[in-house]
């Protein structure tokens, strides 16, 4: 029966004159199994591009048959499937008639299978011998595309391997879809699991963006326009370059999903990182070669510098949570961290590109739904004439860009735009054409007369440009398991860092105005708006103000809020008791502690602060690590880095721990100790710092003393030397006694990993001893505890 449908659509091709090459010799038969074949995605894109393959190969002396396989019975399944096939159109500028009969073929050819047990993919193996065997075919190859979801990927690889290869001399393209992996860790694990069945080159991981038409003409247009690019293309002449893709709809209905993953790994971790790698990599002298192209990307991961938590800024739509937890049934009191909107800072370590930032961007439920890249050059020049004279191609005063429009937004098409004022651009006739209509539409701030404009001359779907280039055996747009594990490498540091990170809540669409807008200091990202209260408190998530229903904590005052509004009054508290100070006294003492969670407040100080009284302050250090203070662990290197080098204070006002003398670390015969105490006395009066910031660590120490501590936590010493129980072992710290007699000590409390240190502190008397944060108790002056949600409340 199989064998006569197929036999019966050749032969309605050929009579109907689409198919005169019939009559040449067979170049063999492709089978192409789509697993998950009712699911979302082969509904709205994979059916569609596999139709658009028939059709273009339909010509080619090559027979097909398209099975559809999913984990439903027969009979339903194969209803859903068919549902799916009728509705299959064709490009416009296909003729009716022969769309119609294409179509109509390509349903016969096309089947339902269940694929459930190892004697399914064996009884899908004998269906596909025996038609080769009747009709005679030779065959070309096989196709599996894996539309399901990545836990399934090892056992479907098990049974194509062990029972649904092809014969000697065939191929066989294994398709598989994202998330390929949750982490390094995972992706490595899950690449193991692979390459057990098969081979790299019959492996295709599709990352869809690679087949939008914007994306993919990136490097030919690179190469095309070398004369051009190659004296702009570079750090000198390149301003910032920004990667978008935003969208209005919500992850309503994908949230089990969306709680996996989050934002990041879904668009920024693939898709824009691709995007990133073609506008950042050397050209390869052949951008045809795959492995050149690869060589190139995989030397520029290797150019990307390391991210931090404060590279990024993440938000989450204000109805995310609700519907998480009628999704998944989760309780009313839960609260979903997982980000829907980021901003990252990308920078690279390469001559061609250092200084130069790249900006990843994407999210949900935002005011429009449009991608793009956008390359914008510096402007050095200055213009006399009056902006109403100067002519868009020849003024050097209007902004220069070159903008790799994805789709949707205001153009509604794939485009490519490059500013008038920069250069006319070499694009392919037969593919590319000039744009010249709609000249008053606005995009970037210039009306699309200033630009010169290219569309393609045939819009493709992203997936039917795949889909072709998996059967041709192109893997240039694919992701290979080498490119995957680097970029995982490269994006994983940046997850884990950001777990403990409340998102800034958005209303969604045009509602979120400015509240998104985010700004660029240095390596680092803000928002450039405070998160308004009236959303930090939505949905009954948290309390208004903590403040009004446990003013203190320990008997002492407390400030409660959500990471970044409790900073900003962190540090705002300091510039108050600052210029309290040198008003009074002409100077300010203040000591620092290390740690993690004080350089979100040394960012706040050097970026929001301007006003900040630094050359009258004093900076001492609470604690320090016994390595050189250049050292990645050295407390004064984190204060260097994110402070000391933004703000100007006076050298001589800088006074680093004495950890690192006659080339050797915290030797008692160096009394390092003793220096230290002997600098304060001399310089602060009666030794009375105007202001301490503390930590508090999990098992309860402060500063660096920690339970059971031999010195420190009682006697005449003012600076001691400690040990910790963790590396490296050796400190030098402040007393209890000498924080005690400071006129404002303020304790610094974050994360979820302090909640249950808190609540055991919160129940203790005074008993330094074993809990040491217990014994700050100033003499004369005030203690107050800032702590985020997190901490309190867990």
């Known amino acids: 029966m199989w064998a006569l449908m197929l036999r019966a659509a050749l032969c309605a091709i050929f009579l109907l004159g689409a198919l005169p090459s019939l009559a040449k010799e067979s170049r063999g038969h492709v089978s192409v199994v789509l697993l998950g074949a009712t699911g979302d995605l082969a509904k709205k894109y994979l059916w569609e591009g596999l139709f658009h393959l028939y059709l273009d190969q339909v010509s080619s002396g090559h027979s097909f048959t398209f099975h559809g396989a999913a984990l439903t019975a027969h009979e339903p399944g194969q209803r859903l499937m068919f549902e799916v096939l009728k509705n299959l159109a064709c490009p416009s500028d296909v003729s009716p008639d022969r769309c119609a009969v294409v179509k109509d073929q390509f349903l016969k050819l096309s089947r339902y299978h269940q694929l459930k047990t190892s004697e399914n993919y064996t009884a899908l193996n004998r269906e596909i011998e025996t038609l080769l065997q009747q009709e005679g075919l030779g065959e070309a190859g096989r196709i599996f595309y894996f539309s399901v979801p990545p836990f399934a990927y090892a056992e479907i690889a098990r049974h194509i391997n062990g029972s649904c290869r092809p014969r000697p001399g065939a191929w066989l393209r294994v398709v598989l879809e994202k998330p390929f992996g949750h982490d390094l860790k995972s992706a490595q694990q899950l690449a193991i699991e692979l390459r057990t069945f098969f081979r790299e080159e019959e492996m295709y991981r599709v990352d869809h963006y690679l087949g939008k038409q914007a994306v993919a003409h990136i490097l030919p247009f690179r190469d095309q326009n070398r004369r051009f690019l190659d004296p702009i293309w570079n ?18 209905g994908r949230t089990s999903f969306y709680e996996q993953y989050g934002v990041i790994r879904d668009v920024l971790q693939n898709h824009l990182t691709e995007v990133l790698l073609y506008l950042a990599m050397e050209l390869p002298a052949n951008i045809s070669s795959t492995e050149d192209v690869l060589r190139h990307k995989l030397q520029t991961f290797k150019s990307l510098q390391g991210l931090e938590s404060t590279s990024a800024v993440l938000g989450q739509y204000q109805a995310y949570t609700g519907q998480v937890r009628e999704e998944l049934q989760k309780a009313q009191d839960y609260v979903s961290m997982t980000p829907t909107f980021a901003g990252v800072l990308i920078q690279l370590d390469s001559l061609r590109w250092e200084g130069v930032p790249f900006l990843l961007t994407s999210g949900k439920a935002l005011d429009e739904r449009v991608g793009y890249v956008r390359v914008l050059f510096k402007n050095r020049a200055y213009c006399i004439q009056r902006e109403s004279l100067r002519e868009a191609g020849q003024s050097q005063c209007g902004p220069k860009q070159i903008i790799f429009y994805i789709g949707h937004g205001e153009l509604s098409c794939p485009a490519v735009l490059i500013s008038r004022n920069l250069f006319k651009p070499i694009m392919p006739e037969g593919s590319w054409k000039e744009v010249v209509d709609r000249p008053q ?33 192109r893997k240039d747009s694919f992701i290979t398991t080498e490119n995957l594990l680097a970029s995982w490498e490269f994006w994983t540091p940046l997850l884990d860092s950001l777990t403990q990170q409340v998102p800034r809540l958005y209303p969604g669409g045009l509602e979120n105005q400015h509240l998104l807008d985010f700004e660029m200091m240095g390596r680092e990202l803000s928002f450039t708006l405070e998160e308004p209260v009236e959303l930090l408190h939505a949905d009954g998530q948290m309390p208004g103000d903590y403040r009004t229903i446990q003013p203190k904590f320990r008997q002492s005052p407390l400030v409660s809020a959500w990471p970044e509004k409790l900073i900003a009054q962190l540090a705002t508290d300091i510039e108050t008791a600052a210029a309290k100070a040198v008003t009074c006294c002409g100077e300010f003492h203040l000591a620092l502690s290390g740690g993690s969670s004080p350089i979100v407040l040394f960012q706040q100080l050097a970026t929001h602060h301007y006003g900040f009284p630094w050359r009258h302050t004093h900076l001492w250090l609470v604690d320090e690590r016994c390595v050189p203070l250049a050292d990645p662990e050295s407390n004064f290197r984190s204060l260097h880095d994110h402070l000391l080098q933004h703000v100007r204070l006076p050298y001589l006002n800088i006074h680093p721990m004495p950890v690192h003398l006659n080339r050797r670390l915290c030797v008692e015969e160096d009394r390092g100790p003793e220096l ?5 006395a001399e310089l602060v ?4 710092l105007d202001f301490v910031l503390l930590g508090l660590g999990s098992d309860g120490h402060t500063a660096s003393l920690f339970p059971h501590s031999s010195s420190g936590l009682e006697g005449a010493q003012t600076v001691v030397l400690t040990e910790s129980p963790v590396k490296p072992h050796q400190r030098m710290s402040l007393s209890l006694p000498l924080i005690n007699k400071a006129r404002q000590v303020a304790v610094l409390v974050m994360g979820k990993g302090k909640h249950e240190i808190t609540t055991q502190i919160s129940r203790v008397g005074q008993e330094p001893r074993k809990w040491p944060i217990s014994g700050v108790n100033p003499s004369s002056g005030q203690l107050v505890w800032y702590m985020d949600y997190d901490a309190l409340l867990g």
């Open 235 to 252: 750090r000198h002449h390149v301003e910032r370059v920004e990667i978008v893709l935003k969208e209005t709809l919500d992850a309503k």
């Open 441 to 473: 539409l606005r995009l970037f701030g210039l009306p699309l007369s200033d630009y010169y404009v290219y569309s393609p001359v045939k819009e493709r779907e992203a997936y039917s440009v795949l889909i072709s280039s998996i059967f041709h055996g």
């Open 676 to 680: 230290y105490a002997k600098e304060i």
């Open 685 to 688: 009066t009666n030794a009375s």
